[in-house]
C-alpha cells in the first residue's frame, strides 16, 4: 500500500509543479559539454548551436573563441549580445543555455535529448514523450557516469518543488532513469484493490446477518 501510495504521490507532484517555480536559487556555471542555442538576426553564420568547450569557452564562426569563465547558464543572453556587440553593430540576439540528458526506462521515446537549464524535470520527461503506463515514479533517479546522483525522498522532494534542470545541478551525459514497475507491485496493488472492492460486500453481508 505504501508502495502505490508513493507513486501516485510522486506522479501528482512532479505533473502539479510550474516552470517558474524556485526561479529565485542562483543559476549554474557553464560547464563543458553545455550547448548554447544562439540566433542572431540577420546572420546565419552565427545562429546556429554551439557545444561549450574547455576554458569553459565557446568557439564561433569567424570570432573564434569567446570565454564563459564565470558565465552562469541563466545570464547568456545578456553576456552573448554584450560581447557580440564588440563586433557587429546593435546585433539583435536570442541565447539559451542546453544540457544534453539521457532519459531513459518508461518513457515513450528513451534518448538523448538537448533540452534548456531552465526547464522542470517534468518537461524533460515529456521531451521523451511522456511516461508509460507501467512507469514507477517512486523510482525515479538520476545517476552521472554509473553512479547514482540522486534518488529517493530527496529526488521527489526537489521535482515537487518545481527545481529546474539548473538547480538540479544536471550535466551533459547525466541520465534520468524511471523504472518499470514490477510484478510484485502490481500484485499488492490488485490486493489492496480487492480489499477496497470487497469492503462494501462484507459491510452488506454484516447488515443482512444483523437485521
Known amino acids: 500500500m505504501k508502495t502505490m501510495i508513493r507513486s501516485t504521490c510522486a506522479l501528482l507532484a512532479l505533473f502539479a509543479v510550474v516552470s517558474n517555480a524556485g526561479a529565485q536559487e542562483s543559476s549554474k556555471e557553464f560547464q563543458i559539454g553545455d550547448r548554447i542555442l544562439l540566433v542572431v538576426e540577420g546572420d546565419t553564420a552565427l545562429s546556429d548551436t554551439f557545444t561549450v ?3 569553459p569557452a565557446v568557439v564561433l564562426p569567424v570570432i573564434g573563441s569567446m570565454p564563459l569563465v564565470g558565465v552562469r547558464r541563466n545570464e547568456v543572453e545578456t553576456y552573448m549580445g554584450d560581447q557580440l556587440g564588440r563586433y557587429l553593430k546593435q546585433p539583435i540576439v536570442h541565447a539559451k543555455a542546453l544540457v544534453r540528458l539521457a532519459v531513459e526506462g518508461e518513457v515513450a521515446h528513451p534518448g538523448y535529448y538537448p533540452v534548456p537549464t531552465d ?3 517534468s ?3 515529456m521531451a521523451a514523450g511522456g511516461l508509460t503506463t507501467e512507469a514507477k515514479m517512486s523510482g525515479l533517479k538520476i545517476d552521472r557516469a554509473g553512479k547514482d546522483l ?3 525522498e530527496r529526488l521527489q522532494h526537489a521535482v515537487a518543488q518545481g527545481q529546474t534542470v539548473d538547480q538540479l ?3 551533459a551525459g547525466d541520465r534520468i532513469y524511471i523504472p518499470r514497475v514490477t510484478r510484485r507491485d502490481m500484485e499488492s496493488n490488485f490486493r489492496i484493490l480487492s480489499i477496497v472492492l470487497g469492503i462494501p460486500i462484507a459491510i452488506y453481508t454484516i447488515t443482512q446477518i444483523v437485521n
Open 123 to 125: 518537461d524533460v520527461l
Open 169 to 171: 545541478g544536471l550535466r
Open 150 to 152: 540522486m534518488d529517493g
Open 53 to 55: 568547450s574547455a576554458g
Open 119 to 121: 526547464i522542470v524535470l
